[in-house]
C-alpha cells in the first residue's frame, strides 16, 4: 500500500483484472507499468500480452501496422499469441521481431496491407518468403553485371550418369538457390560480379529439381573452395569424387576463362 491506497487503485485498475498477475509480492515497477498499458488498451492483464508490450520493437509494429485500415490492437495481439503456439522454440520477442522484419519488407514493396497480408496464416514463411522478395528487388540492378561475370562459366557445366553439375548464373537463380540450400550464398553477389567465387548447383540425376549441394570454385586458385549439401551439411563421398573428377576435366578451360577476362 502507498498512503493506505492498495494496488489496485494506486494502478487504477480494478481488483478482477489484476487476478492473472499472480503473486503479488513478485511483481516489480516494469510488470505493473506493462500491466496498466494492458488495461489502457483493452487488453486482457497477462503474461502474453505484457511480453509483447515489453518487445523492444513493439513501438515500430504499432506504427506500421497502424497503416493499415485493417489494424485492430486486439487482433494484433492475438494474431501474435497464436504464431508464438504454432512456433513453440521461439519467444514472443523474436515473433514481434520477425513481424516487424516482415511489414517493413511489404512496405518497401510496396504490397497494399490488406487483411489477409497483414495477418498471414505462417509469420514464419510469410516473412522468409517477403525477405527473399526484398533482397532479388534490391540485387536487379546487378543482374547485368552479374550474368556478364558468370557467362564463360557455363562451358564448364557438366554431368555423368548420376550427377550434373550447372553454374548459377543469374541473380533470382542464385537467391532461389540460397533459400532452398538455407545458406548464406545470396550475400556471394558481389564476390561474382567480381569473379573471385563462382558458384555451381549439383544435382542428383533422378532428383534434378531437388536441392542437393552447392559448389564454390574460386576462378584465381582454379580450385573448389566448398562443397556442401542442404543446411551446409558434408556431402556424400561420391559427390565429393565427382566434384575431384569434374575439376581435373575443365582445369585447362578455367585457365583460359580466367586468362581471357
Avoid at 519467444?91 to 512496405?107: E, F, H, P, R, T
Avoid at 564463360?152 to 540460397?178: Q, R
Wanted: proline fraction near 3%; charged fraction near 30%; hydrophobic fraction near 40%.
Amino acid at each position: 500500500n502507498y498512503k493506505g491506497k492498495s494496488l489496485e487503485r494506486i494502478l487504477g485498475i480494478e481488483p478482477s483484472k489484476l487476478s492473472a498477475l499472480g503473486d503479488r509480492e513478485t511483481l516489480d515497477a516494469d510488470d505493473l507499468r506493462l500491466a496498466k498499458k494492458c488495461y489502457k488498451a483493452g487488453l486482457a492483464i497477462t503474461s502474453k500480452n505484457m511480453e509483447i508490450f515489453a518487445s523492444y520493437r513493439y513501438d515500430e509494429l504499432f506504427t506500421i501496422a497502424n497503416k493499415s485500415a485493417n489494424f485492430k490492437l486486439s487482433k494484433l495481439f492475438k494474431y501474435i499469441r497464436h504464431q508464438g503456439k504454432h512456433v513453440k522454440t521461439t519467444s514472443i520477442l523474436y515473433i514481434v521481431s520477425d513481424y516487424v522484419d516482415y511489414l517493413k519488407a511489404l512496405l518497401e514493396l510496396k504490397t497494399p496491407l490488406t487483411e489477409d497480408v497483414l495477418y498471414p496464416t505462417s509469420l514464419k514463411a510469410a516473412h522468409d518468403r517477403t525477405v527473399q522478395e526484398v533482397k532479388l528487388a534490391r540485387e536487379k540492378g546487378k543482374e547485368k553485371a552479374f550474368r556478364n561475370a558468370v557467362a564463360p562459366f557455363v562451358s564448364l557445366n557438366a554431368e555423368d550418369d548420376t550427377y550434373s553439375i550447372k553454374v548459377i548464373d543469374s541473380v533470382s537463380k542464385l537467391i532461389k538457390e540460397a533459400a532452398k540450400m538455407h545458406n548464406c550464398s545470396a550475400d556471394y553477389i558481389d564476390r561474382i560480379v567480381a569473379r573471385n567465387s563462382i558458384l555451381f548447383v549439383i544435382r542428383e540425376k533422378v532428383h534434378p529439381r531437388k536441392p542437393f549441394c552447392m559448389l564454390e570454385l574460386s576462378p584465381a586458385r582454379g580450385d573448389i573452395v566448398q562443397n556442401r549439401g542442404v543446411h551446409n551439411t558434408a556431402v556424400p563421398p561420391d559427390v565429393d569424387a565427382f566434384a575431384d573428377r569434374w575439376l581435373k576435366k575443365i582445369r585447362r578451360k578455367l585457365k583460359n576463362i580466367t586468362e581471357a577476362a
